[in-house]
């Protein structure tokens, strides 16, 4: 047997939790955290309901964990990850285990659900045997290696991880039907030994997706286990398996058993217990039939469970004296802040914070931008289209790519007072607005009509050349949809009379990027429009969402994720809005300068139609 095979956890395993159990998920991390790893042993969570992120305590500091809607998308973007802590419910957790179990990178699953039909169960252990996989449960409460990770709620509190060492490993190998017992022979253990080394409860079903054998032949096979302790129960002939590789030989380190159960024989028939496989049929599957086996198979089993922990302790003292165990330095008992509804008493309180903010931070002696102190931002010139650079996209872009930043700003900062923006804030400045107030009368204007279409003809434009339309098929597809192409057409401008704008915009692009392909695409597609009509060229809202693609896509700095992003949380249209506020203001101020008053529209300029008598007649 491997190291891979017999070692199922270490401080550097890996996890998903799947199903949205903040509480399990922050014990985990609070383990994590008192065993003093370097890292969450939590990768991901798995949500059917939403992807994103969950904010979580590290200690006192707060971090992220990302969020996925599937196993799959999960086990993609984190192949380290090999074991999936299942919450999901008894429903599910038959369809979920098994779509697991396909994930090449995982190889535990721990599944929690009590109620899982057995055909299911046993699908699933068969299933993962023949993978070379493992299954912990059903109906578990999972498991741990301490010092290194732990499965869910695996030992309760962190009180009670603390009493019982758990903190640091041990030299014992425990395994447990009952959730429940796993908790009390942790305590027991640490009291009479140096603590345990690995614990798992494999689930009180009758169908386990692994045995108590399983987990003590992994025990045998590794050497920082000295010695192994389980707690059996009346009902099956699990423990039988156990009994006979004790006497073939299979395991020879000493081995502490107890069946749990003694009592049933003086208690009524029709009493029952919580586990499904506790159901004695047999003389041979009562509780004292195996504890007597267990002995004359050379198990040390103790006279009751009350002296379950003397017998740990005679074990283990039997070992130190013959040198198979060497006593060590007891750390210091970790300590985690408690939460801020237990701990507000006595002050020492951890609070959630309201909202998360990744792209600037104020909290110290100098604001930062992405993480670069502002100082540094100005020292190095990096101007407004890199300070957008920073607080957009969160990173330093190529000085080409500021600069063009800068001359779109420039470019759509403007385009006199007849547009809607800028009529809308001279109408607003002349009824007595404030600044702001007209600034967003004016930009409420921006849409897909004006100044919005940018993230449109970046989205139309990027899917039509990446699923390999021709500029034909496009324009084609485009008008049996009845849609106008988004970043084609101008009210005035044409082939004759051409927008200044989109020239030093395409003049700026062929000599600065690397790159101007989607560029290229589309001025194949304006060929064929304006084949039709003069007008329908490429507009400055168009070129500006094409020429940003092809900016992302050549520049090294973006992946195809992020830009797929950028276009879908609409990044591009706040480039036209930052632009445009700055005419808009200009406008909103020359009002005020000049002292205009409230604004009228001229009645020969509006078209006044009114409804016939006939046509407004109710008919009776």
Not at 326 to 350: C, H, T, W
Not at 386 to 397: A, M, P, Q, R, T
């Amino acid at each position: 047997m491997s190291r891979k095979e017999y070692v199922l956890f270490d401080r550097d395993t890996k996890a998903f939790v799947y199903g949205y159990q903040t509480n399990a998920i922050q014990r985990m991390l609070d383990f994590d955290y008192v065993c003093k790893r370097e890292a969450p042993s939590i990768s991901a969570i798995i949500n059917p309901n939403r992807a994103g992120i969950h904010k979580a305590f590290w200690g006192t500091k707060e971090i992220l964990l990302p969020m996925y809607k599937t196993i799959f998308a999960a086990a993609k973007a984190y192949p380290e990850a090999d074991v999936m802590v299942n919450f999901a419910s008894y429903r599910s957790a038959f369809e979920t285990t098994m779509e697991a179990l396909q994930e090449k990178t995982l190889r535990t699953v721990a599944v929690i659900a009590e109620g899982v039909p057995e055909r299911q169960s046993r699908v699933m252990s068969a299933t993962a045997r023949e993978m070379g996989k493992v299954i912990i449960g059903p109906a578990t409460v999972g498991g741990m290696a301490a010092g290194a990770f732990r499965i869910g709620n695996t030992a309760g509190t962190i009180e009670n991880i603390i009493a019982s060492k758990l903190y640091r490993p041990g030299c014992v190998g425990f395994v447990s039907k009952s959730g429940g017992m796993l908790n009390e022979a942790f305590n027991i253990i640490s009291r009479n030994s140096n603590g345990v080394y690995e614990g798992v409860a494999i689930g009180g079903d009758r169908y386990p997706g692994s045995t108590m054998l399983d987990h003590i032949l992994r025990y045998e096979q590794n050497p920082k286990i000295k010695m192994i302790a389980c707690l059996g129960e009346l009902g099956g002939e699990d423990e039988y398996r156990i009994i006979q590789a004790l006497q073939e030989g299979k395991i020879t380190k000493p081995l502490v058993a107890w069946v749990t159960g003694t009592c049933s024989s003086v208690l009524p028939a029709s009493v029952q217990f919580g586990h499904a496989g506790a159901k004695a049929d047999t003389q041979k599957e009562t509780a004292q039939a195996k504890n007597e086996a267990f002995r004359e198979a050379g198990a040390y089993v103790p006279t009751s469970f009350d002296d379950y922990g003397d017998k740990v302790r005679q074990v283990y003292e039997m070992l130190k004296t013959e040198g198979v165990i060497q006593e060590f330095v007891e750390p210091e008992a970790p300590k985690i802040p408690a939460d801020y509804s237990k701990a507000l008493a006595s002050g020492d309180i951890r609070k959630p914070t309201t909202f998360i903010c990744t792209v600037s931070d104020d909290s110290g002696e100098e604001v930062l931008y992405a993480g670069k102190r502002l100082s540094d931002v100005l020292e190095e010139k990096m101007g407004i289209g890199g300070v957008i650079g920073l607080l957009w996209f969160k990173k330093e872009l190529p000085d080409y790519a500021a600069q063009f930043i800068e001359l779109v700003l420039q470019i759509v900062a403007d385009h006199g007072p007849a547009v809607s923006g800028a009529h809308n804030a001279i109408v607003a400045s002349c009824a007595g607005k404030d600044l702001i107030s007209s600034l967003c009368s004016g930009l409420l204007t921006i849409g897909p009509r004006f100044g919005g279409a940018i993230d449109d003809a970046a989205r139309e434009f990027k899917q039509a050349r990446e699923t390999g339309k021709t500029p034909e098929q496009f324009v084609n597809d485009m008008k049996k949809k009845g849609i106008n192409i988004p970043g084609i057409g101008h009210m005035i401008k044409s082939v004759k009379n051409p927008d200044k704008r989109v020239q030093l915009l395409i003049q700026y692009a062929r000599k600065n990027f690397p790159s101007t392909d989607l560029l290229n695409y589309a001025l194949q597609v304006e060929q064929l429009t304006t084949a039709k009509k003069g007008n329908l060229i490429l507009n400055v809202d168009g070129c500006i969402g094409i020429l940003f693609l092809d900016l992302m896509s050549s520049c090294g700095s973006f992946s195809k994720a992020e830009i797929d992003e950028i276009v879908r949380l609409g990044y591009l249209n706040g480039l036209f809005a930052l632009g445009r506020s700055i005419g808009l203001i200009g406008h909103i101020l020359d009002q005020k300068r000049l002292g205009a008053r409230l604004y009228r529209h001229p009645t020969d300029d509006i078209a006044y139609m009114m409804p016939s008598a006939e046509e407004i007649q109710c008919k009776r």
